[in-house]
């Protein structure tokens, strides 16, 4: 679609909020009567709510904004993670995920043995039942299965991957893509997941084996026994003498390079490495799976997660982990406060901000500033009369004036920095995916809570509730001044008389991917998975662009997230499934002229049977 019918489509969008009757957008809260045969409170954790009453098992997924009631007669304990939960009941062994809203059981013998990823942080979970061996995937939502040579297989699982070993066979299972893959193997391979798990390996002396949890494959390499390594959430690399070979889990691949000399150390973060070769540096940066040289003296590195800085006399060359490329090279000698997707640097002659996603350094609009915040992708500086704050997405300022300086909240562990305002009855939020400041305004002083990419506040009768992958304050009307107030990764809940409100962040069109403001990259090669949840039967026009904005359509129709003076129209060609959420795959091709690139996409959502359209919320994935 041309720029100008792209515009006249806007225009029309705009003319049909102001003059017909539309069915108000989702919200992103949900209110239920809590069961009087309660046995455990409501608890949280990414997007997921639990509870158990005498009866029943009750499970929430913040993505369908539904609760599944399951009966259960003897439950051992929910298992309760990020994007799905576990619940064993005898022979029984139910799999919920938050992503399809469903529940997949499997029937065990009574005595399987199940190996899940930490409480805390996880998406995959197994099962060895005798010669059978059963995987659930967080964002696959079911149980597979495979038969093993031989029962009680050695089993690892870490967030996002799980492994084991079958004599002579080891087996990935990803939990975006819920298959066993087998490698060849032997029984000395050494099974190692960590931090995210987006890389796995299954080494033994003189194979090294890297499993990906996006690409779902394996790659192999021979090495020589004895060789050194390195094991990050994104990557694990070997080396021996000159030689290194790099395996990235984001993109699949096996990489390797020579040195000019014996390779003493690597060292790194998450999703980068670097190390020193004579009169050049080396870096190797998971989201291309390469090294890259360039000449260096006397060089000493800065890691954080997705960035690397080559720090020499009197200056600093960046390297983005996700290009795979060095940027331009910054004058000075700087200290630096840095948090996953986002540096700031510190000098007596100028200050800047540096983005992993953009590989370049922004100057500052002010020095000395009373207060300097880096949460996962955003840098705020406070002054007297406010604050401005940087998106590692957009390379801009942005200004927020306040009354009150200096109240403030911005936990270093998330990517949410919340200044208080007026009397404590403001809060505004930095939006770093939509490039502004969301403000909210309550009747009293707010009570608020962030956790990750999620702030929520209370004054005692309204709930608030903001994300930052949905852009957008949504209000819960409470019955009292809620008793118990939770908040946790993607999921908070506000317990009000016999009321129990839950918010989450997924907005009605949502993907599993969320970075920069929170983890699970969508890299090049691989499928953008996309869902929209709407009245089964449902039609949606795809409106794809390239710069977000903020448009208030009405309370209606909602709002629209897409800069008007260029998008196209993809009238997608399936409606939404019967049980009211539609997948949508689409696939990201493997072409370096993308990196960086951030669609912008968002659905016009036309119900069946004469209901009114809205509009959805939206999606700004980073592809790398």
Known sequence: MSPNRSSALACALVLASSSLAFADPPSNWSTITLPPNQVSIPNSIGTTVTFMTTTDAWLYSGVTKEWTVLPVSNPSPIFQANDYCIIQDGNLIHGFASHTGKVDTIVTSGTATVVSGPASSSWVTLVADGTTLYGFGGFHGKWESVTLSQPNPTMVANRLIGLALDGSTVYGLSAHHGTFVPVAADPAALLTVVGEGE????????????????????????????????????????????????????????????????????????GVAGFVDGSNVVCYGSGRGQFVSRPAVAPSFYFDYHFAFVIESGSVTPFSALSGQYGA????????TANDAVAYLDSATGDYAYSPVLNTFTAAPLSNANSVSCVRDAVVLGHPSGYEAYSARHGTWVSLATSLAGSFQAPTSGATFVAIDGAGDIAHVFDA??????TVTGQAALTIKISRHTCMAHDGVTGFGFGQPSGEWYAEPLTQAPTKFDTASSIGTLTHGTQ?????????????????????????????????????????LLLLGVQPAYIDMGTTLGRLYIDPSFFVVIPWPVAVDGDGILDMDIPVPNNPIIIGLQPQLQNYVIPPAGADPWLSSSVAPVLF
Not at 207 to 227: K, L, M
Not at 518 to 527: K, R, V
């Open 433 to 438: 995916r939509l490039n502004r400041w969301a």
């Open 500 to 540: 129990l409100s839950v918010y989450s962040v997924q907005g009605s069109f949502a993907y599993t991917g969320r970075y920069p403001e929170f983890t699970q990259a969508i890299n090049l090669g691989n499928t953008l998975r996309l869902h929209q949840v709407a009245p089964p039967g449902s039609n949606l």
């Open 199 to 270: 890389a796995a390996t299954a080494n033994s002396p003189g194979n090294f084996r890297g499993f990906s949890a996006q690409q779902n494959t394996w790659a192999t390499q021979t090495v020589p026994v004895g060789a050194l390594s390195i094991q990050k959430n994104e990557y694990a690399i070997q080396w021996s003498g000159n030689q290194a070979w790099g395996y990235s889990g984001l993109t699949g691949t096996m990489a390797s390079y020579t040195a000019s000399a014996p390779i003493v150390n690597i060292d790194g973060a998450e």
């Open 329 to 336: 090279t910054l004058p000075g000698t700087y200290s630096v």
